[in-house]
């Protein structure tokens, strides 16, 4: 069975999407109690950022989004032989570690919304956002620390060498902000998207790989598998940044755009060389983008060949994952839930 | 011997200085190459707040802070027996964390002069200062993690959950600016305290004991040395914040209460029922004091008895810290190292 067969396999099965029933099933009391231990302010800050409380603390019945992350964890244990239960702690980490990352990236970026919902900093401000942050990080290794298990010094010290990863690539995101628009290499922006992206899915299978007792060699090429699944990932999130349905994304259409994202497709499409990329360079120069300005740019963008090759580009990546998938995993039949995962994230539909 | 005649050696001894000095000898080698570790940006933001380089990058020659806290360590672990140089990540991991609450609290304090330096975030930024920050904290975590040494595991939860205490108390720190001049109870206002403070140092008390090999009630009791050594440390700190020498701080004098700081002589003062006390909340119901409303301010809060106040409590809490000290080392002889330390934090010239 090639690569592709497999693929195809989990594609028609679209297990996906129960399996990530199932994962926040089995880790949202987890993480829930976690994020209740916390005292007083900053639990009310983490529980809105879940989507578990309305800002003035009443109950809530939003999602905590999708749980790729934590399915990811136990996806991993699970192909290599272990109970995905005994992995849950990973699981809970990992989700918290993620969501400590987007409180912050939320700050940083000044964004406004998300998950259809004002961003916590826009309700709490600043100063509680940060600090529930901070301690959203702290409880990540803290549920980590306090796991018996075995494999959960190992899984800390992943995770904490991950973060700092994390922490590289959001301080690169926001670098290439302010840098001109012939002035970032697409060789720099994949780097980045994998430190930002790429490292927490990794860090997530290679925590489920130590759960199940794995040796160094099926951790290393279980966080490969999940880096490359998370760059094709990241590919397709930039593609939904600007092509995206606001139904679907809890976000204004083309907002990446508005915000002078130099995403992926975006960079793509200014390093073309392409009379469309130099029509972008020149919308990228306006200190604002109207409605129509985003439309164009999005059309500038497509023209210079930046959402072909975003695509073909995710598509490399998932091949490169399914092959670092077989060195780690060598039954095919065990892979089946990490590649309906795989398949999932990257055909989103936008 | 007395806990009295003990602090009355350690204080003719005057060895806090040398023992500081001996602890960043030993510690920043293993704190240097961590915080290099670091990618790009980060690690020069990073340096700088610790003051090892300027702003453009070279080198300084200025100092990282005291050391009290990697000085806590080395000096618990010694006192119950074991090498203190075992313990040199432990050392590493609470200054680490200590500088990631610096970096933080300043971008959420708008504080503009640390250690008589701009801050971070005024040099680079709040978005790269607070990405560094969070670097730190992950660094603090996975400096524990990467320890072979058999404690290390414990001092990770132990650390982790003491994060989420500084978060709280910073969190607490903030909650309390935002509210009239007497809704803020002192007690409250020592129980933010003792997350904020407190709680590092006595964590840094704790790791040196698990490094020793101490058992629970040991561990306890070091926590609760440092605890109260912590207060106390606060308290004096507070008073510095109103009639510190600038020369000494690094701060303009009356900082905290140019910032209408609720700093504890503070709320001891507003809460006092004096004239003075109401005279304190008229001026800090301004939303500008200039020079001379700080002078005023600050000589309100020694009328309604806040200076006099701070100055017992923090005698208080050394006592309550011997005695603890006392409980985790019954051997006057090996605890004379934590009490020069502790001596040290509470007799700082001001």
């Not at 980045?192 to 290393?220: D, N």
């Not at 999130?237 to 600007?242: A, P, T």
């Not at 497509?302 to 959402?307: D, K, L, P, S, T």
């Amino acid at each position: 069975m090639t690569s592709t067969d497999r693929a195809g396999t989990a594609e028609e099965g679209g297990g996906a999407a129960a399996l990530l029933d199932r994962t926040r099933h089995v880790v949202n009391p987890q993480l829930r109690s976690t994020v209740e231990s916390l005292p007083g302010s900053l639990r009310r800050v983490a529980m809105y950022h879940f989507g578990w409380v309305h800002a003035d603390g009443s109950p809530a019945t939003g999602q905590a989004g999708k749980a790729i992350r934590p399915a990811l964890v136990l996806a991993a244990a699970g192909a290599l032989g272990a109970d995905p239960a005994a992995a849950v702690r990973g699981a809970a980490a990992v989700e918290l570690a993620h969501n400590f990352t987007l409180l912050h990236d939320d700050i940083v970026d000044e964004d406004a919304t998300r998950r259809n919902r004002p961003t916590a900093w826009t309700v709490f401000g600043m100063p509680d956002a940060l600090v529930a942050g901070d301690a959203m990080l702290a409880l990540a290794l803290r549920v980590l620390a306090d796991d018996p298990h075995p494999a959960s010094a190992a899984a800390s010290a992943r995770l904490a060498a991950c973060v700092v990863e994390l922490c590289a690539g959001q301080q690169a995101d926001c670098a290439f902000e302010g840098r001109g628009p012939h002035d970032v290499s697409l060789d720099e922006c994949l780097a980045m998207a994998e430190a930002k992206t790429g490292a927490l899915l990794g860090a997530s299978c290679a925590l489920g790989a130590l759960y199940a007792g794995a040796g160094e060699e099926e951790v290393a090429a279980m966080d490969a598998f999940g880096r490359e699944a998370g760059l094709a990932f990241q590919l397709i999130d930039d593609l939904i940044g600007i092509w995206g349905d606001p139904e679907h994304t809890g976000k204004p259409a083309g907002a990446d755009l508005a915000a002078h994202k130099k995403s992926l497709p975006v960079v793509a499409a200014l390093t073309s060389g392409t009379p469309a990329g130099a029509e972008l360079a020149r919308l990228y120069a306006q200190p604002v983008l109207d409605e129509k300005d985003v439309w164009l740019a999005a059309d500038a963008v497509e023209r210079a060949g930046g959402r072909d090759w975003a695509q073909a580009e995710a598509g490399d990546r998932m091949a490169r994952a399914l092959h670092q998938l077989s060195r780690a995993v060598p039954d095919p039949g065990a892979a089946g839930d990490l590649l309906s995962l795989a398949e999932f994230v990257t055909r989103r539909t936008y």
